[in-house]
């Protein structure tokens, strides 16, 4: 099992950003899958979570009307579209499907700053 994050950066404030995450070793069609965040000094948080055909989905209420969840499972991949980012929403983002063994493995994650 492998995921590897992609698509952080530095942006403003109310800037935007698209994050990638590829899936290897599992079914990847057959599974919800779930974007978190880790902030300096903070528990890991439950950002996003959808659906294995994406026909559902679910947001923490800090990020909902801002982040739309979205996969593609001809590419194993799921991505994250983040707008009006604030500085409360820098962390490390990771994404991993919603059970175990998946939640077993994590990625590297990829960091995204924002910058008031």
């Known amino acids: 099992v492998q995921f590897v994050e992609s698509g952080g950066g530095l942006v403003q404030s109310g800037g935007s950003l698209r994050l990638s995450c590829a899936a290897s070793?599992?079914?990847?069609?057959?599974?919800?899958m779930r974007w978190y965040r880790q902030a300096p000094g903070k528990e890991r948080e439950l950002v996003a979570t959808i659906s294995s055909t994406g026909s559902s989905t679910n947001y923490a209420e800090s990020v909902k009307g801002r982040f739309t969840i979205s996969r593609d499972n001809a590419k194993n991949t799921v991505y994250l579209q983040m707008n009006s980012l604030k500085p409360e929403d820098t962390a490390v983002y990771y994404c991993n499907a919603d059970r175990y063994p998946m939640l077993l493995y994590w990625g590297q994650g990829t960091q995204v700053t924002v910058s008031s």
């Open positions: 070793g599992f079914t990847f069609s057959s599974y919800y």
